[in-house]
């Protein structure tokens, strides 16, 4: 099956700028999630939507940041205005939810977006 | 919130040894438990996870543990080969909810 997807794979930004990025989960996938990853450490949960409903979004700095997952698809995570410290791998990943049987708890990660703010 | 620790941040080992991460994890309500292996500039790759309603998991030369009593799980990996070698991480969630994630060990087999 294909993996999640995710563009772009690098973007290089000066700081107070904006940026998107996109994610297409795996097909059937109903879970989608976004994380941050810095540089040396796990990556760490944005936000959660299953289908097009956010079921966390407690760890989202929603005064710069912002997420949407219209049809309950593809995603897309927005930074405005972009922060040196928003440097990290943004990191999409999918899995089934609790009513898609199989292993409902499973993440698929995609390959990552590397966002540099100088 | 969820809180996971994870040992030791860098572990070196010769090949052919085994290798041991411990990670604890703070609420009781977690249930289920997988680790990642991320090489440098990939994306993390699921090796094994574990549910609460099982003690131990093997599968060829890695294998997990859970202590629930003691909130603590770990990995062991056995025989150790070059291509382990990568940043290893464990994680925390209540049914794949909110996945919570260690700092990471940096494993390193020396050939």
């Known amino acids: 099956e294909a993996g999640v997807a995710q563009s772009p794979r690098y973007k290089i930004i000066e700081k107070r700028q904006s940026v998107a990025f996109w994610c297409n989960p795996i097909?059937?996938?109903?879970?989608l999630y976004w994380y941050q990853q810095i540089l040396g450490q796990g990556p760490k949960l944005l936000i959660q939507?299953?289908?097009?409903?956010?079921?966390?979004d407690s760890q989202l700095p929603k005064d710069r940041f912002s997420a949407e997952r219209l049809k309950g698809v593809d995603s897309t995570l927005k930074i405005q205005p972009a922060k040196l410290e928003d440097s990290a791998v943004y990191l999409c990943?999918?899995?089934?939810?609790?009513?898609?049987?199989?292993?409902?708890?499973?993440?698929?990660f995609g390959p990552g977006t590397r966002l540099t703010v100088l | 919130g969820e809180n996971v620790e994870q040992h030791p941040s860098t572990l070196s080992v010769q090949e052919g040894d085994s290798a041991v991460i411990k990670c604890t994890y703070s609420?009781?309500?977690?249930?289920?438990f997988p680790w990642y292996k991320q090489e440098l500039g990939k994306r993390p790759q699921l090796i094994i996870d574990?549910?609460?309603?099982?003690g131990e998991k093997k599968d060829q030369r890695i294998a997990v543990t859970l202590n629930k009593t003691a909130k603590h799980f770990s990995l062991h990996i056995t025989e150790t080969q070059p291509e382990d070698s990568a940043v290893y991480f464990c994680?925390?969630?209540?049914?794949?909810?909110?996945?919570?994630f260690g700092a990471g060990t940096i494993l390193r087999v020396k050939s």
């Open positions: 574990i549910r609460s309603n099982v």
């Open positions: 994680a925390a969630s209540i049914y794949g909810n909110k996945l919570v």
């Open positions: 097909s059937g996938h109903a879970t």
């Open positions: 939507f299953q289908n097009n409903g956010v079921v966390d």
């Open positions: 990943a999918s899995s089934y939810d609790a009513g898609g049987g199989g292993r409902w708890d499973e993440q698929f």
């Open positions: 609420d009781s309500a977690s249930n289920y």
